[in-house]
């Protein structure tokens, strides 16, 4: 149970550098030949992880996975027109994607539990297998009933997709190498959901959209074949007891989750705010999470173990991406009706202007290990979402209407600044766990950072409403962008929408000076990073 506070640079680099040695030492004695089954390091640290070239397969399999659970949050939203065309249920449409989120949202707390008691291959194996069979059936799809019940199954593979993916690359790296891959990883992640609208109005409009469903298959029985072929865990010391599943913690935790995310991903759509379903649902969320907490300090393996909570660089990150999460909304569910309704652009266009985020975001993260390995993790993130609350104040300042490089511009250095802020609290919290625990932290992260997305988009949605409704006496954002798009001379329409989203990026500001308050008042000035050779210990 070692583990020291190498937060400051000195510490950074001799973990680095242990790894390094590690994997010298290694390459020796056995060096990875083609075929070979990568062993993962019993320490989870990654340290005496096979060589690079032999971690090759495994690699691409995770990025094979992370595609995948990227690509289908978005790959439908272009294929809309089409299915209802086909299938009918205009009305309920809207949980195609939000199906799919609530079921990759409130299954990560559950997998990350799982994979830290079971291990990580099989977890990721039964999520591949889960998402191939939600696919297929959503290919089969006969009514919208189906086939949003379909993207639910869906959606609970790419829950094991997204948070296990994450854990295993932390698991294969040592901390030194670690920015490396999981800003490969961001990068797919990034560019695959960016795409995703483009790939699926193609297959849609010169194939079928079933075929946006069809195309996983042989993508992830590659993933698959590649993963149960190369990936071989360490061999754990087994427990006097035989692990326990906490069901009734996984139950509570997933209808928590999923009522709190129903009420905030359809309130002011389906229903009212302040209607009776809005009310019973965050009602009834309270209510959940309270028999969570009781659940879980009850249990005895549970899923949302309290340290996760209690261990102030955990819930510090926990927090500051939950913030993240929140802030991203702005550029990712505004900037594309800004670029259509106030620039006048086309969807591939106004696309684009989202898309060079995507440029210099893993550039950034990429190179922020020359930074953080200097001033350390939390100072870096601290530079990087300073960055970022400025570079979105500075939206609302744009002139009106503007051209369309101004905003792609603010984007451009938005990545960068996102890049320094993200991938160094991810980094920084996977270092300060030893494997038993990677899964569980890694999952409350990405956990939290969902649900500040789904919270962003409600708040924002708010937000950019009522700044509607008092300029024009009424209206929504989603009807007031359709008559701009109708109307090219609606200046006053215009002029609304841009005072809406400019509204929107003050939010997100704020939510970015959150982030900073928690890393500068909650996080520890230095992360307790495990030694490389002892790491599965857990860190206080």
Not at 27 to 41: C, E, H, L, W, Y
Not at 166 to 187: K, N
Not at 422 to 430: E, H, M, N, R
Not at 517 to 540: T, W
Request: charged share 10%; net charge positive; proline share 6%.
């Amino acid at each position: 149970m070692s583990a020291e506070s190498c937060d400051d640079p000195e510490g950074i680099r001799a973990a680095g550098a242990m790894g390094s040695a590690g994997r010298a030492a290694g390459s020796v004695g056995r060096a990875a030949t083609p075929g070979t089954a990568i062993r993962v390091n019993g320490t989870g640290t990654g340290a005496g992880a096979a060589e690079a070239r032999g971690r090759g397969p495994v690699v691409a399999a995770l990025m094979l996975g992370m595609a995948l659970a990227a690509l289908d949050g978005t790959i439908v939203s272009t294929a809309v027109p089409q299915i209802v065309g086909d299938l009918g249920g205009f009305s309920v449409f809207s949980w195609l994607f939000s199906g799919y989120l609530l079921a990759v949202t409130v299954t990560l707390p559950v997998y990350g539990k799982l994979s830290d008691t079971f291990g990580r291959k099989p977890v990721l194996l039964a999520g591949i297998v889960l998402f191939l069979i939600g696919s297929l059936l959503c290919a089969g799809a006969w009514n919208m009933a189906a086939l949003i019940a379909f993207r639910v199954v869906q959606g609970l593979g790419g829950g094991a997709l997204q948070g296990t993916v994450q854990t295993i690359a932390a698991d294969l790296y040592p901390l030194g190498e670690r920015p490396r891959i999981q800003a490969r990883l961001s990068t797919v992640w990034a560019v695959s959901a960016v795409a995703g609208p483009a790939i699926g109005g193609l297959l849609a409009s010169y194939a079928h959209w079933r075929w946006i469903f069809l195309i996983n298959l042989p993508v992830g029985a590659v993933a698959l074949w590649l993963i149960a072929r190369h990936l071989r865990e360490p061999s754990r010391t087994r427990p006097a007891a035989r692990p326990r599943i906490d069901w009734p913690g996984a139950l509570a935790v997933f209808a928590a989750g999923t009522l709190l995310l129903t009420a905030l991903v359809q309130g002011g759509i389906a229903w009212p705010w302040l209607s009776v379903p809005s009310l019973a649902l965050l009602g009834g969320s309270a209510v959940l999470v309270a028999v969570v907490v009781v659940v879980e300090r009850r249990a005895a393996e549970p899923i949302i173990p309290g340290w996760v909570w209690r261990r102030r660089t955990i819930a510090a990150v926990n927090l500051a991406l939950g913030a993240l999460g929140l802030l991203m909304v702005a550029p990712t569910v505004f900037l594309p009706t800004y670029a259509q309704s106030v620039l006048g652009l086309g969807p591939i266009a106004a696309g684009f202007v989202l898309s060079v985020m995507t440029l210099s975001w893993p550039v950034s993260a990429a190179l922020s290990n020359r930074v953080y390995t200097r001033i350390g993790f939390r100072q870096t993130a601290i530079i990087g979402i300073t960055l970022a609350g400025l570079i979105l104040l500075a939206f609302p300042l744009l002139p009106y209407p503007g051209e369309p490089w101004q905003p792609a511009l603010i984007m451009l250095l938005l990545g960068g600044a996102l890049g320094l802020f993200q991938l160094p609290l991810i980094v920084g919290v996977q270092s300060t766990v030893g494997w038993s625990e990677r899964g569980t932290t890694t999952a409350s992260v990405l956990f939290c950072r969902q649900v500040g997305q789904s919270i962003g988009a409600a708040l924002f949605g708010a937000i950019a409403n009522g700044v509607l409704s008092a300029r024009l006496g009424g209206g929504d954002l989603d009807s007031v962008a359709r008559a701009v798009t109708r109307d090219e001379s609606s200046d006053e329409l215009r002029r609304a929408v841009a005072a809406a989203v400019d509204y929107v990026y003050v939010g997100a500001a704020t939510a970015a000076a959150l982030s900073l308050l928690v890393l500068l008042f909650v996080a520890p000035r230095r992360f307790p990073v495990l030694d490389e050779p002892n790491a599965d210990a857990p860190a206080q």
